[in-house]
């Protein structure tokens, strides 16, 4: 029996829960030019599963025959978007490819030509156009220039265009480019779309850039985590088929642990099965050793990799956060922490744009009570308190 859960990060899990009208947004976007959805934006901390989101558009829209590019966001990821879309458009052998020359993208891209077999590594190309100089200027070789002949193509094609971009950067000089060029593609009509995801501080600071303001007016999703009833019937249809035995008190239990978090989601499936599977443990013991297991890669994977981001400031906050069961007061938190109230409003801002606290209560647009953003948080810094010590 093959495992149906997968904490991998990134893939798209084949047990894929509670994004259905997520999706089904986004993909009828494609079909109505006027809709909000063509530009959205999806916010969430590490583990809530944009990037799944995103490898699950890419694969409907590719069925659709749209020309779908998903990059990263790292140095370069304009390059990745052109090599990508200039590809799935001329990747049908009856579509004729236009005769390339030497020219540079301004970025390193090389864009092969029918004789070179496609993208080539330390070949200069481009399109050829008539009149067009081998050594042409840079004003004709740079990403604007030739991402608007790709996209002229598409459209004398009639194919649709689909922009994925994961991980949005702060600061992001590429990716101001790339907007830019988007805001002219949409004045033109042409048929493009764009979803980009990333943590909390990132989207903060693309809608506060002046040059990024477009992206004030697109949908904007936080991805939250999956409701109980959805988990627990997954876990049911799975379970109750392959393992009849596992009953349905464990069953509650699994989904409890997971928290609505859905990389748990994931990790608690995975191990549950694997143990199951193996006959080696009764069902009990089977989800003893999955919630231990859970959580060591949990820490490991998503918690550890937060604390390190944080300044020593930061982990002082979180850590007079303890003191408290569940929520955390702000006035409370000054006083802990001896400062003004103000400084702990500041500080406790700081934390929920970077995706560790959430704001539990808001006052007149400021959060006056918080908690931790990610489960078993608590846990986690008990552990860290005695490794350091």
């Known amino acids: 029996m093959k495992n149906p859960y997968n904490p991998s990060f990134g893939a798209r899990p ?11 947004n986004i993909e009828d976007a494609m079909n109505n030019m006027n809709s909000p959805w063509r530009e959205t934006i999806l916010i969430g901390v590490r583990g809530s599963g944009k990037t799944a989101i995103l490898s699950d558009l890419l694969e409907r829209f590719e069925k659709k025959d749209c020309i779908v590019a998903l990059a990263t966001s790292a140095d370069g990821f304009l390059d990745d978007i052109l090599g990508q879309i200039h590809s799935k458009l001329y990747s049908h052998p009856s579509n004729r490819r236009p005769k390339l020359k030497s020219i540079k993208t ?3 891209l090389q864009l092969g030509s029918p004789d070179t077999g496609g993208i080539k590594p330390s070949v200069e190309v481009s399109f050829d156009t008539t009149g067009m100089e081998e050594n042409a200027p840079h004003y004709l070789t740079n990403f604007e220039s030739q991402i608007a002949i790709l996209m002229e193509e598409a459209k004398k094609r009639e194919r649709k265009i ?11 000089s590429e990716m101001r480019r790339f907007a830019i060029k988007y805001q002219h593609f949409k004045q033109k009509r042409h048929e493009i779309m764009v979803v980009v995801a990333g943590l909390p501080n990132a989207i903060n600071d693309i809608l506060n850039d002046n040059v990024l303001t477009f992206f004030r007016r697109a949908e904007r999703v936080s991805v939250d985590y999956v409701d109980h009833p959805i988990i627990q019937k997954d876990y049911h249809d799975v379970f109750m088929k392959s393992f009849p035995s596992v009953g349905g008190t464990i069953i509650q239990n699994m989904a409890l642990a997971t928290k609505g978090y859905p990389y748990l989601i994931q990790l608690i499936g995975y191990y549950m099965w694997e143990l199951l599977k193996q006959k080696a443990k009764d069902s009990s013991e089977a989800f003893e050793e999955t919630i231990k297991k859970a959580r060591e890669q949990l820490f490991k994977n998503v918690h550890k990799l937060v604390y390190l981001q944080l300044s020593r400031e930061d982990r002082i906050f979180i850590a007079y ?13 000054a006083i802990r922490l001896n400062i003004e109230k103000i400084y702990a409003i500041e500080y406790g801002s700081k934390l929920i744009a970077a995706g560790v606290i959430k704001a539990v209560n808001m006052e007149e647009g400021v959060a006056t009570e918080v908690t931790f953003a990610f489960p078993y948080m608590r846990e986690f810094m008990i552990f860290i308190d005695k490794a350091e010590n």
């Open 162 to 172: 689909v922009i994925l971009i994961d991980e949005v950067q702060n600061h992001s």
């Open 14 to 24: 084949e047990r894929f829960l509670g994004r259905d009208t997520l999706i089904s």
């Open 321 to 333: 956060m303890m003191a408290d069961e569940a929520t955390s007061n702000i006035a409370d938190m």
């Open 106 to 108: 301004g970025f390193g």
